[in-house]
């Protein structure tokens, strides 16, 4: 039976984590952040937690680009 489920799976391709340390914000702030992280192109999966000041993005190495 696990077997029909994991043929039809689809795969995962190749992402990429990522940490971003983005300082001190409240939680307000780390959802707004989140949100406009999700709308950069690559960016698949943004988290940011405020407590901790970083922001953790799940990205497709294709098609985001860091700046320099």
Do not use: C, I, Q
Request: hydrophobic letters at 45%; proline letters at 6%; a positive charge.
């Amino acid at each position: 039976l696990w077997f029909v489920f994991a043929v039809t799976m689809k795969s995962p391709g190749k992402l990429r984590n990522h940490l971003l340390k983005v300082g001190p914000v409240t939680e307000k702030e780390a959802s707004e952040l989140a949100t406009r992280l999700m709308d950069e192109p690559g960016v698949v999966e943004a988290v940011v937690v405020a407590k901790d000041g970083v922001a953790y993005l799940k990205v497709n190495p294709e098609s985001f680009r860091f700046a320099k």
